[in-house]
């Protein structure tokens, strides 16, 4: 029992010691309208995944989680086809940035992507 709770701790370690406690903003100049766009856009593009992968595998025999990694595994080898030379085109490149593995990776992605966009925002 033990040993699974500090596997736990260490688990949730891994991602507190990486997050931002505060900044050292003065005030606000105007709401970070391109960094709430980004935000936004990333979270639908996940709830329509995710809506998709759960309607295919309802239809289909295939569990949800193999449905929604076949939807991702493309976009996972980008980088080896550009390498490779075969492309893949230059709107994959971008609309797979838009892609996240699962909830968790999501919410942290848009955790530091709104601490910083802020910021950056206000310094443009």
Do not use: C
């Not at 050292?24 to 970070?32: A, D, I, V």
């Not at 996972?76 to 892609?99: D, E, K, N, P, R």
């Amino acid at each position: 029992m033990i040993m699974i709770i500090a596997y736990i701790i260490a688990f949730l370690a891994q991602y507190i010691v990486m997050l931002p406690l505060k900044d050292q903003r003065e005030s606000q100049h105007r709401f970070p309208w391109l960094t709430f766009i980004i935000v936004l856009t990333n979270v639908l593009v996940y709830v329509g995944t995710v809506l998709l992968a759960t309607r295919t595998a309802a239809a289909t025999d295939l569990s949800y989680e193999a449905v929604y990694f076949n939807m991702l595994y493309p976009y996972m080898t980008i980088a080896g086809l550009t390498a490779t030379g075969q492309g893949v085109g230059a709107l994959s490149v971008l609309t797979s940035g838009f892609l996240h593995a699962g909830l968790g990776h999501l919410l942290g992605n848009m955790f530091i992507l709104w601490f910083f966009g802020r910021k950056l925002e206000d310094a443009m």
